[in-house]
């Protein structure tokens, strides 16, 4: 069990770290809905991106690791994360 949570954790840092190297700012009319997440996922990106729980991860960060998981979130988190959704 232990390992697993391991590779899970080298898995979440592996994919920030990729998409940190690609990701490119979000469009001015999304950032409002991005920040959403903050507030609304704190409990959600502690439970499923325990690798960005542990720094200060950015709303895009967030996004970006949630929305893999959009039907075990809140509603709330859910909600926000599909706001922020590229359209």
């Known amino acids: 069990m232990a390992a697993t949570v391991l590779i899970r954790l ?4 592996g994919c920030v770290l990729a998409v940190q190297a690609h990701a490119q700012p ?6 409002g ?7 609304a996922c704190q409990a959600e990106t502690a439970r499923y991106c325990p690798a960005l ?3 200060a991860p950015s709303p895009r960060e967030q996004y970006i ?3 893999s998981y959009k039907s075990s ?3 709330n988190c859910r909600g926000a994360v ?3 959704a590229p359209h």
């Open 33 to 39: 809905a991005l920040r959403r997440i903050s507030g």
């Open 10 to 13: 080298l898995a979440a840092a």
């Open 65 to 67: 690791c949630l929305k």
């Open 82 to 84: 599909n706001g922020a």
């Open 73 to 75: 979130l809140s509603f």
């Open 53 to 55: 729980a542990q720094s």
């Open 26 to 31: 979000a469009p001015a009319s999304n950032q």
